[in-house]
């Protein structure tokens, strides 16, 4: 908390929500293009659990989707800090 | 957490507006911003284009063609009707050029006339001029609302502010229920939320897009534009000196002040703003466009329908307020033919071609080839056998038969369904068939072959899809 004082970047909540946000909506995008280039019903051979209909596999599709955007969305943010507390970012101009 | 050091600087300009509540919001401390209401040229075609487009929005789901919705999505079955046209997956690739001629359409207007979709077109912008009209209508104009929200609780209050929540999670609802109307047929829809038999993914789509209606159209409004839109943070990369953009004529106004009406100005030594504020009164993200062009500025023009009415009451000449571009400001000649508008119109040109020519080339019958699954193939009466599982497909609204040929291997039997497939119209009908073909035939462990599904009653109709048939090797 006290970096955050010193290096004026957004607190922590909005950070999250920006990271959320985009990671939304690349996950809708890369739904989109995965399910259309494959059918869900196809892939039931190669799924432990056969029983899923399309709906509920697009929306699980979609969730994993969501998890790895996200998590790549995160770590991002996370590298954009200096990993020792001490340093403060370098000024431009 | 620092909040003023997180403040844009536009919170400075806000001051003039002196709006008293300050609310905690999800990105700053803000104020709430009440724009005051506005007639105008440019308030005409906002309304009017908000008017046309929420008309399609919550009529096109109620259209009908040809027995089917005319625009459905049906993701279960993997269709896309939209009007006469059926889309299948295999269309993908229309639907991404769609997206890239949507968003070569977007820089094109962007870099010939700045931020229109923002001001006229963007679904933000659009409901959110819906939710201020029930604003104004249940609770008054801007002096009205600022001095509601200033009074105490009463049950006077109480009263307006629930008629008002009231209206805006009704209308909200009626969104949602029209979103979720594109995916389940709306007639179907409308029975089953009557019988309150709606099933989980409906239910959650239309609390879920009803919720972010109320809570973008309502709440959050212009802070949306501020710190949620990409378009806006990447939009100044469109723009040149040649862009339209909406702009305050400072050379002419300034020095600004109050003076009585029939003052020359120019004896006062004052320019032609008369610093009545109601450029900032009207303006939805609540900035003063005379500091100039500045990131939050939507292009809604609603400053240029404030002061024109302001100039025409003053009987001084209209545009101070203008859409205009900075080379005009500046004395000098715009350009609207120039590199960037030349180069985005190409490509959009070009997308567009390729779109429309694929759009009319698409075949109305498609081939998937499976091989069986269970063996990669078996040996009988002397020939080698493969398994094949055909998905074919037909793509018109009407049934058609299909005749299926084989072909790669010297002397290879086809054993299929003996006559023509009927296949109903937009449906798709799995045909298993057999192959045969003599070792001697087969050098290696797999050979190409080729299916082709013809159109029975039109030759020329016809498509070919290649498979591997497997065979022990040499």
């Known amino acids: ?93 | 957490m620092d909040d003023t050091s997180t403040a844009p600087k536009a919170t400075t300009t806000a001051k003039t507006t002196a709006a008293p509540t300050v609310e905690q919001s999800l990105y700053e401390k803000r104020q709430k911003i009440y724009p005051r209401e506005v007639h105008g040229t440019f308030a005409a075609l906002r309304v009017t284009a908000v008017s046309v487009l929420l008309g399609l929005f919550y009529g096109v789901c109620w259209l009908r063609w040809d027995g089917h919705q005319a625009v459905l999505f049906d993701l279960p079955a993997r269709k896309f009707y939209v009007f006469g046209l059926t889309f299948w997956p295999q269309d993908f690739l229309l639907l991404t050029l769609l997206m890239l001629l949507a968003a070569l359409s977007l820089f094109f207007f962007t870099a010939l006339a700045g931020r229109l979709w923002c001001g006229y077109a963007c679904p933000q912008t659009v409901w959110t001029e819906v939710f201020l009209w029930m604003e104004r209508k249940i609770e008054g104009n801007r002096q009205q609302q600022m001095k509601l929200d200033k009074a105490p609780w009463s049950a006077r209050k109480l009263r307006i502010k629930a008629t008002k929540q009231f209206a805006w999670i009704a209308f909200s609802l009626w969104t949602g229920f029209t979103f979720v109307a594109y995916f389940t047929p709306a007639t179907d829809l409308l029975a089953k939320t009557a019988a309150l038999s709606l099933g989980p993914w409906e239910t959650f789509w239309m609390l879920f897009y009803g919720f972010a209606t109320y809570g973008n159209a309502g709440f959050m409004r212009e802070q949306v534009c501020k710190y949620m839109c990409p378009y806006a943070r990447f939009q100044s990369a469109m723009f040149d000196k040649d862009t339209l953009i909406v702009s305050y004529d400072e050379a002419r106004g300034e020095p600004r002040g109050s003076r009585r009406q029939g003052v020359d100005p120019r004896e006062a030594g004052l320019g032609d703003c008369i610093n009545c504020t109601m450029c900032v009164q009207v303006c939805p993200t609540g900035i003063d466009i005379r500091d100039g062009l500045q990131y939050e500025c939507i292009g809604c023009s609603a400053c240029i329908d404030a002061c024109d009415d302001v100039m025409e009451r003053m009987n001084y000449p209209k545009g101070l307020i203008r859409y205009t571009t900075e080379h005009a400001l500046e004395g000098k000649p715009t350009r609207i033919v120039r590199a960037r508008t030349i180069i985005y119109s190409v490509l959009l040109l070009g997308v567009a071609s390729l779109f429309f020519y694929l759009l009319g080339s698409r075949a109305p019958l498609g081939l998937d080839i499976m091989r069986d699954r269970n063996q990669l193939y078996r040996e009988r009466g002397g020939l080698i056998e493969n398994v094949y599982m055909l998905k074919v497909l037909n793509l018109r609204d009407a049934e058609r038969a299909f005749e299926i040929t084989a072909a790669g291997i010297e002397g290879m039997l086809i054993d299929g369904p003996g006559e023509p497939v009927r296949v109903a119209g937009g449906d798709v009908a799995e045909v298993p068939v057999v192959l045969r073909a003599s070792e001697a035939e087969l050098p290696e462990r797999s050979t190409p072959v080729t299916f082709t599904l013809r159109a029975a009653d039109d030759p020329t109709v016809s498509v070919t899809e290649g498979a591997k048939f497997l065979g022990p090797g040499r």
């Open chain 1, 1 to 93: 908390m006290e970096l955050l004082a010193k290096t004026r970047w957004m607190p922590v909540p909005q950070r999250f929500g920006a990271v959320m946000w985009l990671s939304f909506l690349m996950a809708t995008a890369a739904t989109g293009v995965f399910f259309s280039i494959l059918d869900p019903d196809d892939l039931r051979y190669c799924v432990p659990f056969p029983e899923v209909s399309r709906m509920a596999a697009y929306t699980i599709g979609f969730f994993l989707f969501w998890l790895l955007t996200a998590a790549s969305g995160v770590f991002a943010v996370m590298f954009t800090y200096p990993p020792n507390p001490d340093e403060t970012p370098r000024k431009h101009g």
